[in-house]
């Protein structure tokens, strides 16, 4: 069983069963049933800015809910585990901001938290799987 981190994207469509790469859902719904399955609160942050775009096709879907509470129910519904953010993983992601790039502080803080707690990570986010490849030893990402 492969512990997974969503990223704040891959945790949007997995709540709202948008498609996936099928052996992407698969993995997560393994993960999932194995209780293996978590997010960082950055991406209940991420998602709360996102809500607040002015034009209204660039925001997410929350099916008419607050960003706090497509989280909350999100997690509870899929059964995933919320990883606090610490002052390990805050020192990680500024070290890590000159490697990736500081434009996306959010990352950072998501891409560290795979890595001090040796998750895999799912995203869709070609920047995230372009530094995984890059610094394979640092972080597995798998597309979704």
């Known amino acids: 069983m492969i512990p997974l981190l969503l990223d704040t994207n ?6 709202n069963t948008a498609p996936m790469r099928p052996a992407a859902y698969a993995v997560l719904v393994e993960a999932q049933q194995a209780r293996s399955l978590f997010i960082s609160p950055i991406s ?35 059964n995933i585990t919320v990883l606090p953010v610490d002052t390990e993983i805050a020192s990680e992601s500024a070290d890590i901001a000159p490697l990736y790039g500081s434009g996306d502080p959010g990352d ?3 891409i560290a938290t795979a890595h ?6 799912v995203t869709r986010d070609a920047r995230i799987i372009t530094f995984a490849k890059d610094h394979p030893t640092y972080l597995t990402a798998i597309a979704c």
């Open 10 to 15: 891959s945790f949007l469509w997995f709540s």
């Open 44 to 78: 209940m942050w991420e998602l709360a800015f996102a809500a607040r775009k002015n034009h209204p096709l660039r925001r997410p879907d929350l099916r008419g809910m607050s960003a706090r509470e497509f989280f909350d129910e999100g997690i509870m519904r899929l």
């Open 108 to 110: 950072c803080f998501v």
């Open 116 to 121: 001090l707690h040796q998750l895999n990570l």
